[in-house]
């Protein structure tokens, strides 16, 4: 089965330019996260989706926005970008079944977007 | 509110030599318990998880993992370190309906050979 996959693996921004990110998830898997990963934050919960509602989401800017389509399938668009948007934004997918809250997740290798 | 410490930023040991990272948790309910390692470049891979029963879980890669509730700690342990275990290494809390993951800040594994 293959694994979550994210794309583009690397991306380069100016400031004010807008981005987006996409991730596939594992197949079968209803439930896609989303993390920012920074050297001094460590890994910081941006929302989470399943079956094309978020369910839940973290302390992040309206900058920062994503949507799940019927697939599974992702993406988080990032709208004028920072310098401190600069990460690693790792995507991860779980079977996300309702009623268990405690599903492992599978991550991704991660979008690096740097922001010029 | 939840959270997750992990007190080592960094952690050097000599190959063959005995490892435990330590992780305290923070949650009013049961946790559900997790330890992931991330090698450079790469995403995350769960090396083990606790949800519920006996307390002490065994993992991938010859990791294992101690529930201990009254100390509110999950520390992961391995009785010999390889060099290929060199990688940095998160324990995370999954909060129970919420769907929310809270990570540590992780802690870097540095192996001599």
């Known amino acids: 089965k293959a694994g979550v996959t994210q794309t583009p693996r690397y991306l380069i921004k100016t400031r004010g330019q807008q981005v987006t990110l996409s991730c596939s998830p594992i197949s079968g898997h209803r439930s896609v996260s989303w993390y920012q990963q920074t050297p001094g934050q460590g890994l910081q919960f941006l929302f989470e989706y399943f079956s094309e509602t978020q369910r839940n989401k973290g302390n992040f800017p309206g900058r920062f926005s994503g949507r799940q389509f019927s697939n599974s399938r992702s993406e988080m668009n990032v709208s004028t970008l920072e310098l401190g948007d600069s990460a690693l934004y790792l995507c991860?997918?779980?079977?996300?079944?309702?009623?268990?809250?405690?599903?492992?997740?599978?991550f991704g290798p991660g979008t690096r977007l740097t922001v010029l | 509110a939840q959270s997750v410490t992990q007190p080592d930023i960094h952690i050097t040991v000599s190959e063959g030599a005995s490892l435990e990272l330590r992780c305290n948790y923070s949650y009013g309910a049961t946790p559900y318990l997790f330890w992931y390692v991330q090698s450079p470049g790469q995403g995350l891979q769960l090396l083990l998880k606790?949800?519920?029963?006996?307390?002490l879980v065994q993992g991938i890669k010859g990791f294992e993992a101690e529930f201990k509730r009254s100390q509110s700690s999950f520390n992961l342990r391995k009785p010999s370190v390889h060099w290929s275990d060199a990688a940095e290494y998160f324990c995370a809390v999954g909060t129970s309906g919420t769907y929310k993951y809270i990570f540590g800040t992780g802690t870097r594994l540095k192996v001599l050979a």
């Open positions: 991860a997918s779980s079977l996300g079944s309702s009623g268990r809250p405690y599903n492992e997740q599978f």
């Open positions: 606790y949800f519920s029963g006996d307390t």
